[in-house]
């Protein structure tokens, strides 16, 4: 949190010059961001690692003890007025990103702006439009003019020094933040809580892009949507063939495929050892009924020599692998 | 409505839902899963055949324990285990919660309406997709794409090796 607050105050100094448009800082955030965070998906639309969402009483649960160590799971705010935001916001790097790019104007706005968060915690519905407020204006990349933000970002000072004071005292108090509709755009709660959820939903959807092959080109969510729909449910069709085909051969499969994935194997002592064949955890985890698998590895056991491959991947790529399985197979039929 | 109340209660939300999970991992685990299945499968009806339903339950149980973080893997493992028992009906489909009708506002934006029909759509290709709502449904459907694709990688090298 305090590197965090550092480092905002260093983008904010730096980046602290009026003559530069909007589109200029922004693009110096993001160089400033890949230096700083080599890893960092810069792209301004997309919420996704914090995107899981909570309900309202999971959240009134965590929020007492929660502070503001919250890891990211409990990241984004939700489109629904219901639910409040979460520190998570505060403490990624990404979520910091956002309000800088937002509140590019002052480190007593950012501080403004993260005193703010805190009271959003308490504060949901108001908390909601502010944020969503924010994050509208990040994703459609500051499209309106400089003086509309500075005006904003005035009005959000002077009440977040009016309530800052407040956010120590009594939590519970509600602290109604004004609200500057953009340009052009309605001001109702509700729209601007659409307006947010459609902008998340556009998020997505570019992800998504990303993931499904021969996306670049689609514009509109129509087309993407029936490209993303189309190929699913190629992947499921794909699948399910290849089962069919693996229904086919499975008599066959018997004791080859076992020894390529399987990463250790318990030699010709015929006592039960199914555990040491499994990863233990693997098989905590499951919800599988362990007796189920246990007992498919019982029976394969004592017939199997010592084998132990590193990394049963390899054997997709391995072209020796086939000579491996006949001796195998010979060793196992002659047991 | 109380199924909606109790679906609800059940909902569990991924804990990373955008994390792809790294190939090998999956892969690892989706093999040591399914394998075994097979063989236990192969191994009680002996020589007979193996039913092709029985093994494509086999694939997507598979599927669904090497993706244990994400949501719909918990809903694929619901209607798996409830299909187990041939009595109790798999309705969880036709009881979810549905997109919100916004035909209200639209009028005549008929593109909307497109747009929320194809969603309604990938909806009902996602494993408990109706019981999610759409932001939800979209991150989850990234990661039920990587894990599909790892899954048919998986499969394919499985008949290749066995022909």
């Known amino acids: ?335 | 409505m109380e199924r909606q109340i109790i679906n609800k209660k059940k909902r569990v939300f991924s804990v990373e839902p955008n994390k792809i999970p790294p190939s090998e991992v999956f892969t690892r685990k989706y093999t040591s899963h399914l394998v075994p299945a097979l063989k236990k499968l192969n191994m009680n009806k002996n020589s007979s055949q193996v039913n092709q339903l029985t093994v494509k339950h086999e694939v997507d149980m598979a599927l669904a324990l090497s993706a244990q973080e994400f949501a719909w893997s918990r809903f694929l493992l619901q209607k798996l285990s409830s299909s187990n028992n041939p009595t109790t009906a798999t309705s969880s489909s036709s009881n979810g919660i549905r997109i919100q009708e916004r035909s209200g506002k639209e009028g005549g934006g008929d593109e909307d309406g497109e747009i929320e029909e194809k969603l309604r759509e990938l909806q009902k290709l996602l494993p408990g997709g109706e019981e999610m709502n759409v932001e939800e449904m979209l991150s989850e459907i990234g990661t039920y794409i990587k894990c599909l694709e790892l899954q048919t990688i998986a499969l394919k090298s499985m008949v290749q090796d066995t022909t």
Not at chain 1, 77 to 95: C, K, M, Y
Not at chain 1, 126 to 134: G, I
Request: charged residues 25%; glycine residues 6%.
């Open chain 1, 1 to 335: 949190m305090m590197m965090n607050g550092g480092e905002a105050t260093e983008a904010e100094l730096f980046l602290n010059c009026d003559d530069m448009s909007v589109l200029e800082r922004q693009r110096v955030q993001l160089n400033y961001h890949q230096y700083h965070h080599p890893g960092f998906e810069p792209t301004l639309p997309c919420f996704f690692p914090n995107s899981s969402k909570m309900n309202v009483g999971e959240v009134d649960s965590f929020l007492p003890s929660a502070g503001l160590d919250l890891p990211e799971i409990y990241g984004e705010l939700h489109g629904d007025a219901r639910i409040s935001v979460s520190p998570g916001n505060i403490t990624t790097e990404f979520g910091n990103s956002k309000k800088r790019k937002f509140g590019c104007v002052d480190t007593e706005t950012k501080v403004c702006n993260e005193k703010k968060k805190m009271m959003m915690m308490m504060d949901r519905e108001v908390a909601v439009e502010e944020e969503e407020e924010e994050k509208s204006k990040v994703t459609e990349q500051c499209t309106r003019s400089i003086m509309k933000m500075k005006n904003k970002a005035k009005k959000e000072q002077n009440s977040c020094s009016n309530d800052s004071s407040k956010v120590t005292k009594d939590s519970q108090r509600t602290d109604y933040i004004h609200v500057r509709a953009r340009r052009g755009q309605a001001t109702d709660s509700h729209s601007i809580a659409e307006r947010a959820r459609r902008e998340k939903i556009s998020g997505r959807m570019k992800f998504l892009q990303d993931l499904v092959p021969g996306c670049e080109k689609i514009t509109g969510k129509a087309g993407m949507l029936d490209e993303i729909i189309n190929y699913v449910q190629s992947l499921q069709r794909q699948v399910e063939f290849l089962s069919m085909k693996l229904a086919t051969v499975s008599p066959r499969l018997d004791f080859n495929i076992d020894d390529i994935f399987s990463k250790e194997v318990v030699s010709a002592p015929m006592m039960n050892l199914p555990n040491t064949v499994m990863p233990p955890h693997m098989m905590v985890n499951s919800g599988y009924p362990h007796d189920m698998v246990n007992s498919g590895y019982v029976h394969f056991n004592p017939m199997q020599q010592v084998v132990t491959s590193s990394d049963p991947l390899s054997c997709f790529n391995n072209g020796q692998s086939a000579t491996m399985w006949d001796s195998e197979v010979q060793n196992l039929y002659t047991v």
